[in-house]
């Protein structure tokens, strides 16, 4: 997994490596008492033992059993829930607010901070030179350490705004407002960004970067660039 940059991130991590920990568990319990059966309870050679009984049932297992797969999947929908309601929660006081629009076949960033709005908009990329020195479409700047809200639509067909490094993917739908907030971690870097649903012929080249950067920096970038259209 990309590491997390983002608090959400690290909440949906942690969620995603205990579940990989409480399923590695259940196919060991499983797989060992399949081996188990195997090697102590199979018919040995030259043995006039008779068969085992064979019974119907044996409640006590069979209540065991059901009772088990339903604690399990308890506990893993109240993790669940608890993390997706942190997750999805918009606080509304985000000093930092971004208007999504993806469309056929590139994105439109509009961020809006202490009154100035910088709008940034690209078109479809070329492949070919894509690299993370140098990330191909729009790039969106973001100030580390500060939490930022999301605005996304789109005026044609169904996108997903997708940044592996957030953990997170969110539609981006025609007729309908989807929002999300996110807090960002201290850390600085430029990473990737994608539409992970397949939206026409240009999909693959949906691409974009996201910029965190400290918050003097952003400042800057804001005062530099407020008014105008990348």
């Keep these: 997994m990309p590491e997390p940059q983002t608090h959400q991130g690290k909440t949906m991590l942690d969620l995603w490596l205990g579940s990989w920990i409480a399923a590695i568990a259940t196919f060991l319990v499983v797989f060992g008492l399949i081996i188990w059966s195997v090697i102590f309870h199979r018919k040995r050679k030259h043995s006039d033992q008779e068969l085992p009984p064979q019974v119907r049932y044996n409640l006590p297992i069979e209540m065991l059993y059901t009772l088990v797969p339903l604690v399990m999947v308890a506990v893993f929908f109240y993790f669940t829930a608890r993390d997706e309601t942190e997750i999805m929660k918009v606080s509304g006081t985000a000093p930092v607010k971004v208007k999504v629009e993806g469309f056929q076949w590139s994105w439109r960033f509009t961020t809006q901070y202490q009154g100035k709005t910088v709008t940034v908009a690209g078109v479809p990329v070329d492949l070919a030179k894509q690299s993370l020195e140098n990330p191909q479409g729009p790039q969106l700047v973001l100030p580390t ?62 691409l974009f970067s996201v910029k965190l950067v400290p918050q003097a920096e952003f400042d800057q970038y804001v005062a530099s660039q407020a008014g105008g259209a990348q």
Excluded at 154 to 179: C, T
């Design 145 to 206: 350490g500060s939490k930022v809200e999301f605005l996304l639509n789109s005026p044609d067909v169904i996108h997903s705004f997708w940044v592996p490094a957030f953990l997170f993917k969110q539609d981006v739908m025609p007729g309908y407002d989807n929002r999300f907030e996110i807090d960002t971690l201290d850390n600085t870097g430029t990473f990737f960004g994608r539409c992970a649903e397949l939206c026409g012929v240009d999909h693959s080249k949906m």
